[in-house]
């Protein structure tokens, strides 16, 4: 007697349809699970015999072989527990196989035949819909995000009796509902939502920072600040995802997915509609920051901020090998966790901003300069931000003291978040009409080639960038960058074609150095 279920197995975020495949024969009484799964899945004969007996009827007292299909991919997980349920009382003929047809199922079962949440339901969903199934069946409490898929029907069950009563046309059992997986993340994790009462007017001058934090939000730029602790590096930085649009519908979905691997998606809120904002703590490891894993490799912190912001306070207390693992995704977009077994990909388009202090003590460029720390310390301190992570980073800016004019100026003219949001979204928008036919819906995601041949600058800010190419004080990746600031700048400005003026700008926000009134002026008129 042998029958087959479906579920889905996880690869990063991409899913594959699997095949559970039940023979129940002759010989001695013995289960014997085959096709490539690890400990976990192996684990689930125990538990399913159990939740099978406690579900009304017993497990076969014979030989019972078990296979997962492909048998050449890895399976990990536990959410293949209900399909390996329910190909057992399919051939037991307890189940009609017609039933069984056109649907995939996900659940971890508890030994009392209860299905337990579980992780990773939206891209599953997302696979088993791409895979042409009508039907998934997962546990309840998942049923908010599995519904975000269209085009599949999704049936929430609490049980294993109450899936083989949906399946049998039978009278559902009153099962007690599930709680929802609730595990905290290993990470520092910060809902947009939780600094939505942040407002750049609360900051106290810092005019040339708050302009660049416009730019930076604009075009999706990478922001380096300099500065003595008490500054404003933090406030700045936790304000940025205020100046950010809302999420698409795709990018919703992308982000979630992330999440829901994780085990980290709120169950209220199945869809993220806001740009992520995370801020580990520099004693964070490799691990927690790029993803990986002993068993089962999740994502990290970098995968996390999709689509949103990854903030590393004192930047330069973070361990060397996590610094240096920001060099490919921030070229690439995506993170790749390599591991004997297995080798996952998992996506990683985020905003990076660093924050650092002069120097070890932080009193450097303070009132009075009570720094003692000598030369070399101050290099050794620069130095652990290694060159080529400084040079993917599009802005850089010095933060010192305010002067009274300027905090007099900030207490009675200082905008909003709301209103330089206004700003980042035309801007935006001017972005994603210029670059509607391309994979690219950002200044800082176009690739140099593509910028410098379809949307060339006019020849006057051309001849600026030129001119710092031969002083060598620009290499071609830094020259790239300079043009997707200048794009940024004009389309906050208006312009259809980046001029000297929106390149000079864009080379100030590269150098560190104080702002014209290009921007300033702009901002204030309007």
């Known amino acids: 007697m042998a029958s087959a279920t479906h579920s ?8 594959r ?23 976990m899945v192996s684990e689930a004969r125990d538990r399913c015999r159990s939740a099978v007996a406690n579900s009304g009827t017993t497990w076969p ?27 057992v009382f399919a051939a037991k003929s307890l189940v009609p196989t017609a039933a069984l047809a056109d649907s995939a199922f996900l659940g971890e079962l508890a030994l009392d035949g209860r299905l337990r949440a579980i992780r990773g339901v939206l891209p599953a969903t997302l696979a088993a819909a791409e895979a042409g199934f009508d039907r998934i069946f997962v546990p309840e409490v998942n049923v908010p995000e599995a519904e975000l898929v269209q085009g599949i029907s999704v049936v929430g069950v609490r049980s294993l009796r109450q899936t083989v009563a949906l399946l049998t046309g039978q009278e559902e059992p009153d099962d007690p509902p599930v709680p929802p997986l609730d595990e905290a993340p290993t990470i520092s994790w910060t809902s947009a939502g939780r600094l939505a009462h942040l407002d750049l007017a609360d900051i106290s001058g810092q005019e040339d920072s708050r302009l660049a934090l416009l730019v930076a939000a604009a075009g999706g730029h990478h922001l380096l600040m300099t500065g003595p602790p008490g ?19 795709e990018q919703s979905l992308s982000v979630s997915a992330v999440h829901s691997v994780a085990g980290v998606l709120p169950s209220d809120a199945p869809l993220l509609t806001r740009p992520p904002f995370l801020d580990p703590h520099h004693t964070a490891s490799a691990v927690s920051i790029v993803g990986g894993g002993s068993r089962v490799v999740r994502p990290g912190a970098l995968s996390l901020a999709h689509h949103g912001v990854l903030f590393l306070d004192e930047a330069p207390e973070f361990a060397s090998n996590v610094l240096e693992a920001l060099r490919q995704p921030l070229e690439s977009g995506h993170v790749i966790v390599s591991r004997a077994a297995m080798t996952v990909a998992y996506p990683a388009r985020f905003q990076l901003v660093l924050a650092a202090n002069p120097c070890p003590c932080g009193l450097s460029s303070t009132v009075g300069d009570q720094c003692r720390c000598t030369p070399l310390m101050r290099r050794r301190y620069a130095d652990r931000l290694s060159g080529p992570i400084r040079d993917r980073i599009d802005i850089h800016r010095s933060l010192t003291a305010a002067t009274r004019p300027e905090l007099v100026s900030a207490m009675t003219g200082a905008r909003s978040t709301g209103e330089l949001g206004a700003f980042v979204l035309e801007a ?8 509607a036919d391309t994979p690219w819906r950002l200044n800082s995601e176009v690739p140099g080639v593509d910028l410098r041949r379809r949307w060339p600058v006019h020849d006057g800010g051309r001849a600026l960038v030129d001119q710092q190419l031969r002083a060598q004080k620009l290499n071609a990746r830094s020259a790239d960058r300079i043009l997707r600031l200048a794009w940024s700048i004009a389309d906050l400005r208006g312009h259809d074609v980046p001029d000297a003026d929106d390149v000079e700008a864009a080379l100030s926000l590269r150098r560190g ?6 921007l300033r002026d702009m901002v204030q008129a309007s």
Request: glycine share 12%.
């Open 513 to 518: 150095t104080a702002l014209g009134g290009t």
């Open 231 to 249: 500054i404003g590096k933090t406030m700045l930085a936790q304000r940025l995802p205020g100046l950010l649009p809302d999420l698409t519908y």
């Open 61 to 87: 007292d014979q030989r019972v072989t078990i296979n997962l299909a492909p048998s050449t991919l890895p399976k990990t997980g536990s959410h293949y527990d209900l399909a390996i349920a329910l190909a």
């Open 428 to 435: 935006r928008d001017r972005q994603r009409r210029r670059l």
């Open 17 to 39: 349809p699997i095949e559970v495949e039940v023979d129940i024969g002759g010989g001695l009484p013995q289960t014997v699970m085959v096709g490539l799964a690890d400990t």
């Open 8 to 15: 889905v197995t996880l690869d990063g975020l991409a899913g």
